[in-house]
């Protein structure tokens, strides 16, 4: 049987233990020993952007929290007009170290396209700055609205946090936001805070049953 091996580790400003593992060709990050993305499962993670940025105008401008491996924001560089630009925000720099080396491949470099802006930030501190300049605000930082890895992210699913986001967010923009489990409360939230608001399930695995996790999308309304 072929060895689990630590690539990387890091610290995040938190306090999670982060670490890059590698199995028979396969990557994973793990947050304190638990899993948190996959190279082989990502099919949620490319949904997150192909469900709010299908019709972008030239020189749209797309903010995505959390780069993870990258898969999301690979999805977004898919549908950006030339034109356009994709501002990163990764909280932990060694996430970032990771994609510019062994990770990189896999979403296929997308750290390299010109389009993309690479902030280490807190996403949440970003928003926080922005006043109706996004088309489309992506985010996948935490496992949701409730079961959080980083308690200071549960900002963003709050009614102050919605609030930010849509103040980000150029009229008629969209919020998309992944989830681990369905929320059913939190659908009503973001409609009190502005939003036109969408539950989506979404396999794990593209054609396949099993596991769902759910992307709430809002638009600016
Ligand atoms: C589940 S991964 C994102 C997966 C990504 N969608 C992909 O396609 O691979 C979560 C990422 O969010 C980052 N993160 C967590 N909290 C953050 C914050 N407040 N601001 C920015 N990035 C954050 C983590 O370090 C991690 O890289």
């Known amino acids: 049987m072929k060895p689990w091996i630590t690539v990387?580790?890091?610290?995040?400003?938190?306090g999670t233990r982060l670490e890059l593992v590698e199995h028979d060709g396969?990557?994973?990050?793990?947050?304190?020993?638990?899993?948190l993305m996959s190279t082989r499962m990502h099919y949620?993670?490319?949904e997150l952007a192909r469900i709010v940025c299908k019709k972008l105008k030239p020189g749209a401008k797309l903010m995505i929290g959390g780069?993870?491996?990258?898969?999301?924001?690979?999805?977004?560089?898919?549908?950006?007009?030339?034109?356009?630009?994709?501002?990163?925000v990764e909280l932990v720099p060694e996430v970032i170290d990771w994609n510019?080396?062994?990770?990189?491949?896999?979403?296929?470099?997308?750290l390299d396209d010109k389009r993309t802006i690479l902030e280490l930030?807190?996403?949440?501190?970003?928003?926080?700055?922005?006043?109706?300049?996004?088309?489309?605000?992506?985010l996948d930082v935490d496992n949701g609205p409730s079961p959080l890895v980083n308690e200071k992210n549960g900002w963003l699913y709050s009614d102050q946090g919605?609030?930010?986001i849509r103040s980000a967010l150029k009229n008629g923009g969209q919020v998309?936001?992944?989830?681990?489990?369905?929320?059913?409360?939190?659908?009503?939230?973001?409609?009190?805070?502005?939003?036109?608001?969408?539950?989506?399930?979404?396999?794990?695995?593209?054609?396949?049953?099993?596991?769902?996790?759910?992307?709430?999308?809002g638009r600016k309304t």
């Open 121 to 138: 930030a807190d996403v949440t501190k970003v928003i926080r700055g922005a006043r109706n300049e996004y088309d489309s605000i992506m």
């Open 176 to 217: 998309a936001i992944w989830s681990a489990d369905d929320e059913p409360r939190f659908i009503s939230r973001m409609k009190r805070n502005g939003f036109r608001a969408q539950k989506h399930m979404i396999q794990t695995h593209k054609g396949k049953g099993g596991i769902r996790h759910v992307i709430f999308t």
């Open 67 to 88: 780069l993870g491996l990258g898969y999301t924001l690979r999805s977004a560089l898919d549908l950006l007009p030339k034109d356009g630009k994709v501002v990163q």
């Open 26 to 35: 396969e990557y994973i990050i793990r947050a304190d020993d638990l899993p």
């Open 100 to 110: 510019k080396g062994p990770l990189a491949p896999f979403a296929d470099h997308p």
């Open 44 to 46: 949620s993670e490319v």
């Open 8 to 14: 990387g580790e890091a610290v995040s400003p938190d």
């Open 162 to 164: 919605l609030l930010a």
